[in-house]
């Protein structure tokens, strides 16, 4: 965590969208929500000010990564649909691969683990799709292949989480 809070310090008061975004994952790795929240949502309203798309869609998705490290899993899940249905539209393959597996985990985190299955099943074939390497392509299976024993697990429980509850 030092190197992260180095890198924090070097990028200092910049507030390029670039900066803005990567000040925003720092915040998240160092456990400081709020701030992140805060320069997360920064980056969103600077991405729609320049008006490039693409550039917006990530900064939701790591704007979502922040509310779902903060327990607000709901909202996550609403931004992060959004945020592949609107990749899918465009056919930004890599943009949706990275909403995909990031809502799976806000699903995993939910005990939903049938949905988790199939947005990282869903990665699984977008990164290979996109000629992700071999090792990012095995730590997408070795996502699935968790996430399938969590899945395995509550179906032999007896039930799911569909009753709403978290």
Excluded at 72 to 85: M, N, P, R, S, Y
Aim: negative net charge; proline residues 1%.
């Amino acid at each position: 965590m030092g190197a992260a809070r180095e890198r924090l310090d070097e990028l200092g008061s910049l507030r390029s969208l670039s900066a803005l975004n990567e000040k925003t994952v720092l915040l998240r790795l160092l456990d400081r929500l709020d701030e992140a929240l805060e320069v997360g949502n920064e980056a969103v309203r600077q991405a729609r000010f320049t008006g490039d798309r693409e550039q917006l869609l990530g900064a939701r998705v790591r704007r979502a990564q922040v509310l779902q490290y903060q327990g607000k899993l709901d909202e996550a899940i609403i931004e992060l649909t959004g945020c592949v249905d609107e990749a899918s539209g465009r056919e930004w393959t890599a943009l949706q691969a990275f909403a995909i597996q990031n809502r799976g985990k806000v699903y995993f985190d939910m005990a939903e683990y049938e949905n988790a299955l199939s947005d990282m099943t869903a990665a699984v074939f977008l990164r290979e799709k996109l000629g992700a390497s071999p090792a990012e392509i095995e730590g997408a299976l070795t996502a699935v292949a968790v996430v399938q024993r969590f899945s395995e697990a509550q179906r032999r429980a007896g039930g799911s989480s569909s009753d709403g509850s978290h």
